[in-house]
Every structure is written in structure tokens, then in C-alpha cells.
């Protein structure tokens, strides 16, 4: 099991020295000088000039390479252009909203898709199975911004439930639970439909194979057979799915933080955009990227202990 | 080596002659919205130490009779629409499915074909084992561990004891039927079903598991349902032979008067199938296919193939004691008579 954990940490190193070189590429052949879009078109050329060399543009591309990347193995990501706060603390503060923004909805996502998915593929072409399969067409057909804003005219605005504008920042830890319920269910709502559907599909299959049969054949009830024998080998496929799609939960995150006025990443990619603030841009891209590489070695780690024919492999 | 798999018939009152006993045994299987009958009337008994082999080419009913006895088909394509089956004493076809579940896996046991995806890939196997002991007996898990070695002694898994944790991938085809032998052995059952248990395995390994399978047999007393389409298999094993073809029994013999006299057409047919050392003859294969259940013909089941067809196989033959042979039966209007 160590090896295993060593082994897909040491692919990781690759995956991300791509990630951050393509980030790297990406800001700099973006077209047009970078010190006109900050200082304007009316800036003398010698202010430029002192930006160009606070930024370090005046540098050649390699150096400027080597400085980047030297500067994020830190743990610096630099300073924003606009507030020249470090953008580190910047993403710092509002990480925490993210991940628990992120943490929730892979959680809703998980304990009510297996469930009803397990449930269709039970009874199929039965209630449950017809329930799943249009929640589920539901979810996928709904963006974002279009449930989150039902969401809230349903149970913030009609049934006052939850608030409006979000309190996610109190200190009253229930507060900032009912602040947490509608944006997680919204950004959730995508990850049922998701989990359901997979759960569905591999339990269909699972329920007809030989192993099955096995488990019957020893006179186990059908609880044990369907959780425990045929789910066990479905865990497989929902764990790809789930991997799979945090890293579109996290972009997905972006929409629910401003739907809800949430504090977040989200939030704070907005801001840089409108303010062009390219440094915590990159920033932000690195955060993310990261997220993402650590994501997905939390699945094949994950893998590692739902399959137990990964080990060796 | 001491093995501690109980050999008292467990029902003391009455011990029951027949470890399994089938009455007018009908299962019907859906194809396309209509019902067949694939197996029709199918009647036979076992006995504890006895070893019935059914026979036949693939589709001609053998495993749907073993799923029908195991109260296994599947429930939308298969039921059991005629007869009685009763194990160890217990009528399967009268009781609920709990009754049957708590039958199954502690009086009746079934190993299947393919080793391979019989198991399940992602539970360690010594968990697989003492799941029924666990369900049935009601053993601690610790307890259970302990049994489960013990099986996998008796089934002659080497290093049974490190092996418990491992995984169905690390071992070979002929070890994981040995361990579904363990399993379906773990709770004493009075009745085996093996359903083609050597099909999948290399020649050797063939051998070893029926040598070992007729030790338990010995051991144990018990009663075994052995379904293969290998002759070689039945006359190393067999104490009876059932042959069946589109879902009827055609003919019942004892083992060595079924291979000195194959009676019915279609088990001569088969015998003359089989590659022989002391014969130079060329095999005769059967010439056609099984007809699928909605084409069945009326009457004789086998009379599109045979070739002493004559027009009173349009009705369906009775299966009668021969008068030479009263406990070898044959299901044909020709050779009845003879």
C-alpha cells in the first residue's frame, strides 16, 4: 500500500510541472503588453518601464521561467497588480468557503445518488427507477445559475428557510450551515444525477454476474447480496465518475459562489477578470490546477481501497 | 489432520431416505412475452452418498434444473410452474423465500462452471468462505475465520491460513473452484449441486478436483447433483446417469448399464460423439441443432434429429422401465418395446 501511495505521488510531480508550465505559457502569449492593460494607454513609457521591471518582464523568457517556478515551490504565488496584497493570503482566506462549498455537494452528491441509483437498479423500470432517471435528467439539464436561483425563490425567498444572501462568513457555526444547504444542494444537484446514473447502470450489471449468483447460492438475503456483494464492485466505477467530475465541481463552484454571493474562489476569479489583475489570475490557475492534481490522487488512492486488484497491478 | 465436518444426518426424528428428491419437476422460461416449458416433468431422488450425473448438450435443461432446486432463476424469465422438490426434507417449492435462503448454502450447497467470475473479485476470499457459516450458524467472524481454514485444509488449499485475506485474482482456476467447494461445504450440507465443476479447468486439474470432490463425497455422505455434458466425467463418478434433451429426461440408468447399453437414440448419438482410444472409427457428430423452445416439434423432442424416426413419434413418448432392465428407463416409442 505504501508503494502504491509513493508511486501515484511521484506521478503527480510530472502532472503538475506540466500544469504550471502551461500556465506559465498561457499568461505570457496572452496578446497584447500586459503593462498597457494595467497602467492604461495614456501611461509614459517610463512608467512602464518601472512596471516591466517589477514584474520582471525586462527579463529573458527562461529566467522569467525559472523565477516562476521557483517562487511557487515557495509557496509564493506573487502579489496581486491591484490591491499588491500577496495573493496567497488573498486565496487563503476564501479556500476554506471552497473546499467546504466542494466537500458538501461531493457529500450530497454520494449519500443520496448511491442510494436511489441502487434503488432503480433494483426494481427496474419501477417507481424508484423512474424517479432516478428523470432526477437525474434533471439535474444534468439544469445549469447552475438557473437551480440555484430556484432554489432560492423556493426556500429563501417563499419559505424563508434559508438565507438569502449568504452568511457563510458568521462566526455561529449553525449559521453558517444554513448558509452552507441551498449552494451545496445547487452545486450538488449535478453530482446526484452523476452518481445515480453510473450507480444505476453499474448495479444493472453487477446484479447479473456470476459472483452474484455465488452470493445467492449461499443463502444470503437480498440486503447483503445487493450492498454488499454487487455495490462493493459498483464502488469501482462511481469512485472514476466522482474523480472525474471534481474538477468540474470546482469550475462549477465558480457559478453557485456568485449565484449565492458566497465568499470563495469563485468570487475571486470574478474580481480578478474585471479588474484584469493578471498576477492573481495566474495565481488562481496554479490553485486550481492544484486542487485538481491533488483530486485526482485522492481517487487513485481511493481506488486502491475499493479494488483490491489495483494494489498489484 | 482432523476434519470437523459434521457426518450425522441432522434430522434425527425422520431421517429422510432421499437427501433430494424432485417430483414433476416444470420450469418455464420466457422468450420474447410467451412461456416455454423448458423442462418438463422431470423426476428423479439422491441419495446421501450418491452421485447423479444429468447429461445433455448445452440448452437441453440440465442447469435450469439445477437453478429450479436452488430456487435460483432469475424471476423475470424463469419459474418453476409443476412439481415438488424437497431437500433434506424441506419442501422447497412450498416455502417462502426466506424459508429458501435459510435452505440455501446450509442444506444445499451449488459450485458453479466458471470459477473465474464465480467469485467475488473484491472480497477477500476467506470472507467469502464464512459469509454462510457467519449467515447460517451464526458463528463470530473470529470464530468463522477459524472454520474456514479448516475448510480450506479439506479442500487442500496449501497455506490456508495466509491465504485467507487474499483475493480471488491471486489465485488459479483450479483454486478457486476449490474454494467454492469450501464454500458451498461450509455448513455441512446434505446436498451438492455441481453444476459443469470441472469445465473451465485444465485436464489435470479436472481430475484432482473430482478425485477430491468424491473424497468429500465419501467423507461427508453427501448426496451430489453432478450436471456435465463430458461422458468421461460421468463414468468416473457417476453412480446414475440421467440424460436429458430439450428439457426431458430421455433415458435413467444405472452408470454401467447406461455405457454397455445406451438405450435412447439420442444417448447412443452422444456416446458415438465421444473420441474414443479403443475405437478407430471416426466420430459420428449428431447431425442438426437442438430445436430452440418455440420450435419445438410435439411429440418426440428429438425426432427432427433421429434417425429411427417413426410417425407415432408425433406424440410424445412415456419414460418406462426397460423389461430387461427395470431400473434403466428410456423415453422412446422404438426402443421401449424392444
Same mark, same amino acid.
Given at each position: ?313 | ?35 416455454? @416449458? ?5 423426476? /428423479? ?19 435450469? +434444473? ?29 416455502? @417462502? ?14 459450485? /458453479? ?90 485436464? +489435470? ?33 457417476? @453412480? ?99
Amino acid at each position: 500500500m505504501l508503494r502504491f501511495v509513493a508511486k501515484r505521488l511521484a506521478l503527480a510531480v510530472p502532472t503538475l510541472w506540466a500544469v504550471l508550465t502551461l500556465v506559465f505559457v498561457l499568461v505570457r502569449i496572452v496578446p497584447g503588453d500586459p503593462t498597457i492593460v494595467i497602467l492604461g494607454d495614456q501611461a509614459s513609457p517610463a512608467a512602464r518601464a518601472a512596471l516591466r521591471e517589477r514584474l520582471g518582464l525586462d527579463q529573458p523568457l527562461w529566467s522569467q521561467y525559472w523565477d516562476f517556478m521557483v517562487q511557487i515551490l515557495h509557496g509564493d504565488l506573487g502579489r496581486s497588480l491591484v490591491t499588491n496584497r500577496p495573493i496567497i493570503t488573498d486565496v487563503g482566506a476564501v479556500l476554506p468557503f471552497t473546499i467546504e462549498l466542494t466537500v458538501a455537494a461531493l457529500v450530497i452528491g454520494v449519500v443520496i445518488g448511491v442510494p436511489l441509483g441502487v434503488m432503480a437498479a433494483r426494481r427496474r423500470d419501477g417507481f424508484a427507477d423512474w424517479f432516478a432517471r428523470i432526477f437525474s435528467l434533471a439535474g444534468l439539464s439544469f445549469p447552475a445559475f438557473v437551480s440555484g436561483i430556484l432554489l432560492l425563490i423556493c426556500f429563501a425567498v417563499q419559505l424563508r428557510w434559508f438565507p438569502v444572501i449568504s452568511t457563510a462568513n458568521a462566526s455561529d457555526p449553525m449559521e453558517r450551515l444554513r448558509a452552507l444547504v441551498l449552494p451545496a444542494f445547487n452545486l450538488g444537484l449535478i453530482m446526484v444525477a452523476y452518481v445515480t446514473r453510473v450507480t444505476r447502470s453499474g448495479m444493472l450489471k453487477a446484479l447479473g454476474e456470476d459472483y452474484i449468483r455465488t452470493a445467492r447460492a449461499k443463502g444470503l438475503p437480498q440486503r447483503i447480496v445487493v450492498w454488499r456483494h454487487a455495490l462493493r464492485n459498483v464502488l469501482i466505477p462511481i469512485v472514476t465518475v466522482i474523480g472525474l467530475y471534481l474538477g468540474v465541481l470546482i469550475g462549477n463552484a465558480v457559478v453557485t459562489e456568485i449565484v449565492f454571493n458566497r465568499p470563495g474562489l469563485g468570487k475571486l476569479i470574478v474580481t480578478a477578470l474585471n479588474q484584469r489583475d493578471y498576477a492573481l489570475l495566474q495565481g488562481l490557475m496554479v490553485v486550481s490546477a492544484f486542487a485538481i492534481v491533488v483530486a485526482n490522487i485522492l481517487t487513485d488512492l481511493t481506488y486502491g481501497l475499493v479494488d483490491p486488484r489495483v494494489k498489484t497491478a | 489432520m482432523t476434519f470437523a465436518l459434521d457426518t450425522a444426518a441432522p434430522n434425527a426424528e425422520a431421517p429422510p431416505a432421499n437427501a433430494l428428491t424432485v417430483e414433476g419437476l416444470t420450469t418455464s422460461i420466457r422468450i420474447a412475452g410467451r412461456w416455454f @416449458d423448458a423442462v418438463r416433468d422431470v423426476s /428423479f431422488t439422491v441419495g446421501p452418498r450418491e452421485t447423479l450425473a444429468l447429461v445433455g448438450e448445452s440448452g437441453c435443461g440440465k442447469s435450469l +434444473t439445477a437453478l429450479s432446486i436452488m430456487g435460483l432463476l432469475p424471476a423475470a424469465v424463469g419459474r418453476v410452474s409443476a412439481g415438488r422438490i424437497v431437500v433434506d426434507g424441506v419442501d422447497m417449492t412450498a416455502a @417462502d423465500e426466506p424459508a429458501r435462503e435459510a435452505m440455501r448454502g446450509d442444506r444445499i450447497g451449488m459450485i /458453479f462452471q466458471e470459477p473465474m467470475t464465480s467469485l467475488n473479485p473484491v472480497l477477500p476470499i476467506g470472507f467469502q468462505i464464512a459469509e454462510s457459516l457467519i449467515q447460517h450458524r451464526g458463528l463470530s467472524k473470529r470464530d468463522a475465520r477459524k472454520r474456514v481454514v479448516e475448510l480450506m485444509e479439506l479442500v487442500r488449499i496449501p497455506a490456508a491460513e495466509e491465504r485467507l485475506d487474499a483475493y480471488p485474482h491471486q489465485f488459479s482456476g483450479g483454486m478457486r473452484q476449490r474454494v467454492m467447494i469450501a464454500m458451498a461445504l461450509a455448513c455441512s450440507p446434505r446436498v451438492l449441486i455441481a453444476d459443469e465443476p470441472t469445465t473451465a479447468l485444465d485436464v +489435470t486439474i479436472q481430475a484432482q478436483v473430482l478425485a477430491l470432490l468424491a473424497d468429500l463425497q465419501k467423507q461427508v455422505g453427501l448426496a451430489v447433483l453432478l450436471i456435465t455434458h463430458n461422458l468421461g466425467v460421468v463414468a468416473s463418478v457417476a @453412480d446414475r446417469v440421467m440424460v436429458m434433451y430439450g428439457g426431458d429426461v430421455v433415458e435413467s440408468a444405472p452408470m454401467r448399464s447406461f455405457f454397455k447399453a445406451p438405450t435412447h437414440p439420442y444417448s447412443e448419438a452422444l456416446l458415438n460423439a465421444m473420441p474414443r482410444v479403443d475405437r478407430a472409427t471416426a466420430l459420428a457428430p449428431i447431425p442438426g441443432q437442438v430445436p430452440t423452445l418455440p420450435d419445438m416439434p410435439a411429440g418426440c423432442r428429438f425426432q427432427s434429429r433421429c434417425p429411427l424416426r417413426v410417425d407415432k413419434c408425433a406424440e410424445r413418448p412415456p419414460l418406462v422401465p426397460m423389461a430387461s432392465d427395470p431400473a434403466h428407463a428410456v423415453r422412446c416409442w422404438v426402443r421401449a418395446g424392444a
